[in-house]
């Protein structure tokens, strides 16, 4: 073996490979003490970290229990020689850096399946190892800044991976936010409508109550001056009695009905929608005849689920609306339809008049919330939107505005129709 130490290395280049090889991490398998010993003393001088094994399988068994950036191995050996330890070691990985030291070179075929990075010839000499190494290191240090490079990869991955983390969590955060304010609008636009509703409510009950009221009034008036007179007949007393007892039973029933109305039950029922609408067109009745408007309905028994508070509202709403454009119109007849229908899977409500229908560049604006043709005093614009809320979100339906042509009574009108689809029960 050539005699070999740090003073003789001139070349700076070899001196740069013996400092980067001193960080490689070597695994030198060689049965034969002699080669093993005189092998080391060379290798030494590059390598800081050495383990060595006499055989293939002890030789596998420091790879399996250690990290290795090199593996220097003999062929005929004991107990597992090194073309087995080879094959055993490329099932677990196909990267690591393995060079072969031998006498003879007939299993180079072999060796050249198994992917082998250089093939050393005993005895080592310090000329061809160097020459060897140089390429190895060469290869060790591309690989090391390979994984260099692949690990600045990884953290760069990392820190977007963790930016995007946490842009999502504070765009849910923020979603969660409008999602929570969009409610608090909901419930602020609900108590808004109910309070509009409640309001026109209490306007056509009172109108309602006017009619029998007087009557009671009268009625209990003229008894009272029969029995003072001592004129009184216990029949038309009789009759009078039941008079005053009818007109309270309508008084009573119409507190019922803004009682119904008002309460806040969120369980769906199954219930008939066309007691529905005859609760609404009962409170809203007396608005009608008092302005000549003629209410024309072809109305079936349909079964539906849902809030029948919320249809009565739905139903309470077009009608005041249907009424209010048609008293802007000032016509001479004023009709509103009322259809109530089912079809396959659906109840159909459809609410129409004869005001010549909504103007066609405020027809898909309709149901947005605040939007009114109303006088500031008359309306707050918020009915249609709570409508579709109501009829959309809380029961599953439909509801769509259009302007139709249609013939009653041998005259043509034109006017808008609201169309509802709520599920059959």
Not at 66 to 88: A, E, R, V, W
Not at 239 to 262: E, V, W, Y
């Given at each position: ?8 290395i ?9 400092k ?42 420091y ?42 070179n007939?299993?180079f075929i072999?060796l ?6 250089g ?14 190494m ?9 690989k090391?800044e ?5 690990n600045?990869?990884?953290q ?10 946490s ?35 209490l ?20 008894i009272?001056m029969?029995?003072?007179f001592?004129?009184?007949?216990e ?12 007109s ?12 119904n ?22 409170i ?13 309905q072809?109305?079936?028994n ?14 309470m ?8 454009v ?16 089912k ?24 149901f947005?919330?605040?939007?009114t ?6 309306g ?36 808008a ?9």
């Amino acid at each position: 073996m050539e005699q070999f130490n740090k003073v003789q290395i001139k070349n700076a280049m070899l001196e740069d490979l013996i400092k980067f090889s001193k960080t490689v991490r070597v695994l030198y398998v060689e049965n034969n003490d002699k080669y093993r010993k005189n092998s080391f003393g060379v290798f030494k001088v590059f390598f800081h970290k050495i383990d060595t094994a006499k055989d293939g399988l002890e030789g596998f068994n420091y790879f399996e229990n250690n990290k290795y950036d090199l593996i220097i191995t003999s062929i005929d050996m004991p107990n597992m020689n090194g073309i087995d330890m080879i094959t055993k070691i490329r099932e677990i990985s196909k990267n690591i850096t393995i060079l072969i030291t031998s006498s003879n070179n007939k299993n180079f075929i072999d060796l050249i399946r198994l992917g082998i990075d250089g093939y050393i010839l005993k005895p080592v000499e310090i000329s061809q190892f160097t020459s060897i190494m140089q390429k190895v290191i060469e290869k060790l240090h591309n690989k090391e800044e390979l994984y260099q490079y692949k690990n600045h990869l990884e953290q760069k991955i990392e820190e977007k991976i963790n930016k995007i983390k946490s842009l999502n969590d504070n765009l849910e955060t923020r979603v969660k936010e409008e999602i929570l304010k969009n409610k608090e609008k909901d419930n602020i636009l609900i108590q808004q409508s109910k309070m509009a509703a409640m309001g026109e409510m209490l306007e056509n009950i009172a109108h309602q109550w006017r009619q029998p009221l007087s009557v009671i009034s009268t009625a209990a008036t003229g008894i009272i001056m029969q029995r003072e007179f001592d004129i009184i007949d216990e029949q038309q007393e009789l009759k009078t009695l039941n008079t005053i007892n009818d007109s309270a039973q309508f008084l009573s029933k119409t507190i019922d009905d803004f009682r119904n109305f008002f309460k806040d039950d969120k369980n769906k029922s199954t219930f008939n929608l066309k007691d529905v609408y005859i609760i609404s067109y009962d409170i809203l009745s007396s608005k009608f005849k008092n302005n000549y408007i003629k209410i024309v309905q072809d109305i079936e028994n349909v079964n539906i689920k849902g809030f029948d508070g919320e249809i009565t509202q739905v139903i309470m709403n077009l009608l005041n609306n249907a009424s209010d454009v048609l008293l802007s119109k000032e016509k001479q007849k004023m009709y509103i339809f009322v259809n109530i229908y089912k079809d396959t899977n659906n109840a159909i409500l459809e609410v129409k008049d004869n005001a010549g229908g909504v103007p066609s560049d405020i027809i898909d604006r309709v149901f947005e919330p605040y939007f009114t043709t109303k006088h500031k005093s008359q309306g707050t614009g918020i009915g249609l939107y709570m409508c579709q809320k109501m009829i959309v979100d809380h029961m599953g339906g439909s509801i769509e505005v259009k302007n139709m042509t249609y013939e009653y009574d041998n005259n043509t009108f034109k006017g808008a129709c609201f169309r509802i689809k709520l599920p059959l029960a």
